[in-house]
């Protein structure tokens, strides 16, 4: 069965920030605790066939994982296929957008993400030996929180500084829409303002660009 996954960006930009997000949620959700914490690299993807990378892969991956990204390649028009490293564990990613937003950066998509038994230099290899190429890495930090039902990241990124992902997974795509509205009700209740698509494209696009100067370090830029 495949997943469907709602997410919501907010720019918090910097420490303070992050700091009264953490306070807003305890206030409005008691339950709301520290669920983990972690360090991420992740290497995005451009270009390749995903029917080639899912038949390259395959031996490394489960036969549920198999089935599912099998299932993916004959629905994908637009995707993303990134690799990670979380604290040591190596992930192979794939998201298709199913609404109008990218497979990159969409509000409404649907996930592959399975950990491999490959180190990230392997993987990668993988990947690039099946027509794809580099687009950027990139490297944060991640708190990870349930609130309300709805799962909340704060990350600090590498060029993009703090930055707050709400998200809620569904298992039919007739959910979507009530996702959408519980993610931004709790929003509201946090008074956070959610990151237009729009100024998300731009600094995807210049952090594309200009990867190599941030991958790794604390240096941040702002786009407008």
């Not at 972690?38 to 198999?66: C, D, M, T, W």
């Not at 390649?73 to 298709?96: C, E, H, P, Q």
């Not at 998509?109 to 990947?127: A, G, I, N, W, Y």
Request: proline share 2%.
């Amino acid at each position: 069965m495949q997943n469907y996954e709602v997410e919501v960006k907010a720019l918090l930009g910097n420490a303070k920030r992050a700091d009264e997000i953490r306070r807003a949620m305890k206030k409005a959700d008691a339950s709301c605790a520290l669920k983990s914490k972690n360090k991420q690299l992740n290497h995005y993807f451009e270009g390749g066939v995903l029917k080639a990378l899912a038949k390259e892969i395959a031996p490394h991956l489960s036969k549920q994982g198999r089935t599912k990204l099998d299932d993916l390649t004959t629905r994908a028009k637009s995707f993303s296929v990134r690799t990670r490293n979380k604290d040591g564990d190596i992930y192979l990613v794939v998201k298709v957008s199913v609404d109008d937003t990218t497979s990159e950066n969409g509000v409404a998509r649907m996930e592959f993400e399975e950990k491999v038994p490959l180190t990230l230099e392997k993987l990668d290899e993988l990947v690039l030996s099946s027509g794809f190429s580099y687009q950027a890495k990139w490297s944060r930090e991640r708190e990870e929180y349930v609130c309300h039902g709805v799962n909340v990241t704060l990350d600090k990124n590498a060029g993009y500084g703090w930055l707050a992902e709400f998200e809620r997974i569904v298992d039919h795509q007739s959910l979507l829409e009530k996702a959408r509205c519980d993610i931004r009700e709790l929003m509201q209740a946090l008074e956070v303002e959610e990151l237009p698509q729009e100024r998300l494209e731009r600094m995807f696009a210049f952090y594309n660009a200009h990867w190599p100067e941030y991958y790794g370090t604390e240096k941040i830029f702002v786009v407008e």
